[in-house]
């Protein structure tokens, strides 16, 4: 089992930065995969980014170039740095971590763009 934190969200302007944090109740090196995922009102939630173990990663088109996922196993913390926020972001973004045959889900952490 895991459990996951996630925080740093926030009310931000369009063109503005967050980073998000997920911190795990263990260790997350042997953790196959962590990623962030967001779901908007009305909306099916969809993954953002993710990062394996072999430190490989994967974005959403959406947010190429703009999020950057990253991991300090030291930590045992995911991070998501989101830079030139719109406000078509502005959703409810959730930790995963997919380990032990499932994905275990944090709380979600309110990211919310607008002027």
């Known amino acids: 089992q895991v459990q996951l934190v996630e925080s740093g969200g926030g009310l931000v302007q369009p063109g503005g930065s967050l980073r998000l944090s997920c911190a795990a109740s263990?260790?997350?090196?042997?953790?196959?995969?962590m990623g962030w995922y967001r779901q908007a009102p009305g909306k099916q939630r969809e993954s953002v980014a993710a990062i394996t173990t072999g430190d490989r990663t994967n974005y959403a088109d959406s947010v190429k170039g703009r999020f950057t996922i990253s991991r300090d196993n030291a930590k045992n913390t995911v991070y998501l740095q989101m830079n030139s926020l719109k406000p078509e972001d502005t959703a409810v973004y959730y930790c995963g971590a997919t380990t032990d045959g499932r994905v275990y889900w944090g709380q979600g952490t309110q990211v919310t763009v607008t002027s």
């Open positions: 263990r260790n997350i090196a042997s953790i196959y995969r």
